[in-house]
């Protein structure tokens, strides 16, 4: 097993079906079917293609069996923390040690480009995400948002935790 960053020679668009398999997954109780349904690799071909190596693979041999897209928090005053834009594994993998992995290696790859902190969001009605957030060291700042997906709103809560701890 290892974790490397994306090069430009990797097959993207498999990250992108690793992302749209895994929504259609881990969120088909509460988003939208129809919004499910038209979910597509290529949502987040572009992402990817404009700076693959903001993207974290787990490779089992040569096979890949998640990605993390991180960077450093796109919001303005939040300086030193690094975000997780996205996590993500296989369906027919979670459950098995890959996501800890896969979350331990993102954690240094941001410990190690300078960051002191972490956030992430994660929809409210993801119990399953964010226990393993939680197991993770990550704890809710009470902070929250809505998105719209699929005509409907949707709440998202904050998780962090520090880096140097």
């Known amino acids: 097993m290892r974790v490397r960053a994306l090069a430009p020679e990797d097959d993207l668009d498999e990250v992108g079906r690793i992302y749209a398999e895994s929504w259609k997954q881990a ?78 290696a993102v954690l240094a790859h941001l410990r190690e480009n300078g960051c002191e902190n972490v956030c992430l969001w994660a929809f409210s009605l993801n119990t399953r995400a964010e226990r393993f957030y939680e197991h993770m060291g990550f704890h809710p700042t009470g902070r929250r948002q809505h998105e719209t997906y699929g005509g409907e709103s949707l709440e998202l809560c904050e998780y962090a935790r520090s880096l140097t701890e």
């Open 27 to 104: 969120y088909r109780d509460f988003l939208p079917k129809s919004y499910l349904e038209k979910l597509t690799f290529d949502r987040w071909s572009a992402m990817l293609r404009a700076d693959p190596s903001s993207t974290l693979a787990l490779f089992i041999q040569d096979e890949m069996m998640g990605a993390a897209t991180v960077c450093f928090s796109r919001e303005p005053g939040r300086e030193g923390y690094g975000e997780i834009v996205g996590i993500y594994i296989r369906p027919g993998h979670t459950g098995g040690g890959l996501g800890r992995r896969l979350m331990e």
